[in-house]
């Protein structure tokens, strides 16, 4: 299974979708045959890249975040004193 082959929501993998949605359309019963599996394969490698890469710039926007909750709160504690 995969998630919806939508080009923008992926745009590194957006020539691999793409080949892959042509080579269903081109052998629409070959695709039950394993026609379009290397494809497939490497569009699954593409989305778990894809997903690093996201997984990393949340994990550092979630970092700033903290920071910038930690500097407040030493603020308003500071302020109540």
Do not use: W
């Not at 019963?29 to 026609?35: A, D, H, L, S």
């Amino acid at each position: 299974m995969h998630p919806p082959l939508t080009l923008y929501k992926h745009p590194m993998c957006a020539e691999i979708i793409e080949a892959f949605l042509k080579c269903h359309s081109d052998h629409p019963i070959g695709k039950f045959f394993g026609e379009c599996t290397e494809l497939k394969i490497k569009l699954d490698r593409c989305f778990r890249q894809e997903k690093v890469v996201k997984r990393k710039k949340n994990l550092e926007k979630s970092k700033k975040l903290r920071e910038t909750l930690q500097a407040y709160r030493k603020e308003t504690a500071n302020e109540g004193n």
